[in-house]
């Protein structure tokens, strides 16, 4: 689903055909599926991937049925929910909401209040949202000791003296969202004002060259889901911008990326206090090894996107990663819903258990 195409949006919500669509859609699923006590309220906005996690809904339905029997879905704005028999709700938005739907977030806000003076708890309140900016993340996690880059707001009027605190080369990046590209700076350039003209809100970042042996640059991920690491994904490119486009994809990469999801996250206990740094349930944080062998966070990500990919027979190592997520997150939507979660699902949520392997195997895919 797209993003908002007017500012008009933002506020008023989106065309009532399409709220009504989403809404028939959603009534049918809950009659086919939330019969079970125990609640667990799925707060969706119509607007922007109300079906972001539809594939995780789909895992539960395939795999573990009688969790997703507690699942309940709703739309935004729902000031009249009946919130008799929640024992959690959780807000599936995509950030950065509180720039393409602030009233949307109001909304947001305001239920999960509501339910909190019910004693309802929730998983990601939407109010922390906002410190996921880059900058904000940033100046978080460094004042937590964890290595990040530095970064600092930029406009015509500052760019001067941001080069000069800057001097190497830099980054000029869209402080929220994931949708502009972002502009290498050499140190022997000036920051033009027309470089900026692209962002809502730009910033210049250190550009930490953490570059291999062979010349490519590697993203991993690590997934925090509760107090569950898990190893999400590695991919390298020969630019400075690493993305699923431009990776590079040999043998022996595969290899690696295979290894790194198998294995629970080096330095996960670093990954922890980035988590408890930004008060997040769930975060995913993309990070480097630099050259000394220490870690660079780039960013995180409260609103992960976890699917699984093609069905390619080389490939298949990366469906641990996501089972390994869908079973971490379900239970946590159990814990902190106070519900019993069931052995496999604790099975799942560990890389040392004997057996996991077969259970693996024997889970539903698309």
Not at 121 to 143: E, K
Not at 151 to 179: C, N, T, Y
Not at 341 to 360: G, N, R, S, T
Request: hydrophobic share 45%; with cysteine.
């Amino acid at each position: 689903m797209s993003r908002p195409r007017s500012p008009r949006h933002a506020g008023l919500g989106p065309p009532l055909a399409r709220y009504r669509r989403i809404a028939r859609a959603d009534r049918e699923r809950n009659a086919a599926w939330a019969t079970a006590e125990g609640t667990i309220l799925a707060v969706r906005h119509p607007i922007c991937q109300a079906g972001f996690h539809d594939e995780y809904l789909t895992w539960l339905e395939r795999n573990f049925a009688s969790i997703r029997r507690r699942f309940r879905l709703a739309l935004l704005p729902c000031p009249a929910i009946d919130l008799d028999g929640v024992r959690l709700v959780v807000t599936w938005l995509q950030d950065p909401v509180a720039d393409w739907s602030p009233g949307g977030l109001a909304r947001a806000v305001a239920l999960v209040e509501r339910c909190a003076a019910r004693g309802i708890p929730t998983v990601n309140h939407p109010s922390l949202l906002a410190r996921t900016s880059r900058l904000a993340t940033a100046r978080r996690l460094a004042a937590a000791g964890i290595r990040t880059p530095r970064m600092l707001p930029v406009d015509a009027q500052s760019a001067a003296s941001v080069r000069a605190a800057l001097p190497g080369p830099i980054l000029i990046r869209e402080d929220g969202g994931h949708r502009r590209p972002s502009l290498l700076v050499p140190p022997d350039r000036a920051i033009d004002p027309s470089m900026l003209a692209a962002y809502r809100r730009p910033i210049a970042v250190e550009f930490v060259d953490t570059r291999g042996p062979d010349g490519l640059i590697r993203k991993r991920r690590c997934l925090m889901l509760g107090d569950r690491a898990i190893a999400g994904h590695l991919i390298a490119a020969r630019e400075w911008e690493v993305r699923g486009g431009n990776k590079v994809t040999t043998a022996d990469l595969l290899e690696e990326e295979a290894a790194f999801i198998a294995e629970s996250p080096d330095g996960a206990g670093e990954f922890r206090r980035a988590q408890a740094a930004l008060g997040l349930d769930i975060a995913a944080f993309d990070y480097g090894r630099h050259p000394d062998g220490g870690t660079v966070v780039w960013e995180a990500n409260p609103y992960p996107f976890i699917r699984f990919g093609k069905p390619d027979p080389e490939l298949r190592f990366r469906d641990l990663a996501v089972h390994l997520c869908y079973g971490a997150m379900a239970r946590l939507h159990l814990t902190q819903a106070g519900l019993p979660v069931p052995p496999a699902i604790e099975m799942l949520c560990q890389y040392d258990v004997p057996k996991m392997d077969i259970l693996v195997r024997r889970l539903w895919r698309p």
